[in-house]
């Protein structure tokens, strides 16, 4: 997910927005100022090992949200560098252990608030160190990435290696051949990707295998009809998405659905007006933040993913996100 117009950029196509619905974008960006400042709450410490992520999804949704400096630049970058280990890569929180997941997060922190060169200043060894750390991960006979020394392999892992490494201007430092075939061998006969080569396909795999790709320039290897077919199967009656088949819709398949069917120019394969309406429906008009489905709590995640759908929707007042 990119602020900046990239490649694969899709439109709904549909007409106006229903006018009993608006976003409440005041009371969204209130609700994520709020987040740090409820320390005495048990949820609090215990989603701690969401962190990193969470300052990245906040951040990201004020970013849309037209606010980009509603949370402390200085801060951001401090709380960010507390995270690094000596080997370079960065944990979910100071003391946590360094996981490809939370150094992508950082990575994609520092960029977006135009702080990449602190890594350079106060980080530990630069840029090329968060680089070698990621790059470590990677399995260099099959092309997959761990996410940790632990070896637990995982597309997502292979897609953020790529967009860090990208953002870092480091993709040098990996076999990228390698890993697009790892991908390749991730397709399923639906036309859909798993999480390792004979998994089911699901939406969010699906998001990370053709995200990697994207970043490679290899999308002339994806299936568009087939996979743009059974991504627009996941819109269930009410506008929702879903992950698979059989699942109940998700705010969070407004980003993985979408922004897939975006980059392989197949967004009009899915009813617009019906989504955006189902995650405005979602909101808390009251507190702000925005829940997996009406009625559910919110939290940060979904806030960020569906405010990530309607912005690929061309909601009004958002800025544009890109797909990848």
């Given at each position: 997910m990119s602020l900046v117009s990239g490649p694969g950029r899709g439109s709904a196509g549909h007409g106006e927005f229903p006018d009993e619905l608006k976003l409440h974008i005041?009371?969204?960006?209130?609700?994520?100022?709020?987040?740090?400042?409820?320390?005495?709450?048990?949820?609090?410490?215990?989603?701690?090992?969401?962190?990193?992520?969470?300052?990245?999804?906040?951040?990201?949704?004020?970013?849309?949200?037209?606010?980009?400096?509603?949370?402390?630049?200085?801060?951001?970058?401090?709380f960010v560098l507390s995270c690094q280990h000596d080997n370079g890569g960065f944990g979910a929180a100071p003391g946590h252990d360094a996981h490809?997941?939370?150094?992508?997060?950082?990575?994609?922190?520092?960029?977006?608030?135009?702080?990449?060169e602190e890594?350079?200043?106060?980080?530990?060894?630069?840029?090329?160190?968060?680089?070698?750390?990621?790059?470590?991960?990677?399995?260099?006979?099959?092309?997959?990435?761990?996410?940790?020394e632990w070896g637990e392999t995982d597309t997502r892992f292979l897609y953020g290696a790529l967009n860090a490494l990208s953002l870092l201007h480091l993709t040098s430092l990996v076999?990228?051949?390698?890993?697009?075939?790892?991908?390749?061998?991730?397709?399923?006969?639906?036309?859909?990707?798993?999480?390792?080569?004979?998994?089911e396909s699901h939406a969010g795999q699906i998001f990370t295998c053709v995200g990697a790709l994207a970043i490679a320039g290899r999308l002339d290897i994806v299936d568009k009809d087939r996979l743009g077919g059974w991504l627009s199967e996941r819109q269930l009656e009410n506008g929702?998405?879903?992950?698979?088949?059989?699942?109940?819709?998700?705010?969070?398949?407004?980003?993985?659905?979408?922004?897939?069917?975006?980059?392989?120019?197949?967004?009009?394969?899915?009813?617009?007006?019906?989504?955006?309406?189902?995650?405005?429906?979602?909101?808390?008009?009251e507190m702000g933040g925005i829940a997996d489905r009406p009625g559910d709590m919110v939290d940060v995640f979904h806030t960020v993913f569906g405010v990530a759908g309607l912005s690929l929707l061309q909601y009004p007042g958002l800025i544009e996100v890109d797909p990848i």
């Open positions: 005041g009371k969204h960006v209130r609700y994520i100022q709020s987040l740090d400042t409820r320390k005495d709450e048990l949820e609090y410490w215990l989603t701690e090992h969401l962190r990193l992520n969470g300052v990245y999804w906040g951040l990201t949704a004020l970013h849309l949200l037209g606010h980009p400096h509603a949370l402390p630049r200085d801060e951001t970058i401090d490809m997941l939370y150094t992508v997060s950082a990575i994609q922190i520092l960029v977006t608030i135009d702080a990449a890594l350079e200043k106060r980080g530990k060894g630069g840029k090329h160190k968060v680089g070698s750390f990621i790059a470590n991960l990677q399995d260099r006979d099959t092309g997959s990435f761990a996410g940790d076999d990228v051949p390698k890993a697009i075939a790892y991908v390749q061998a991730c397709a399923n006969f639906d036309g859909g990707y798993g999480v390792s080569p004979g998994a929702g998405l879903n992950g698979r088949p059989e699942k109940l819709e998700d705010v969070c398949y407004s980003w993985w659905v979408a922004s897939s069917l975006a980059m392989i120019g197949r967004l009009h394969w899915i009813d617009g007006k019906k989504l955006a309406t189902f995650i405005l429906k979602c909101q808390d008009p």
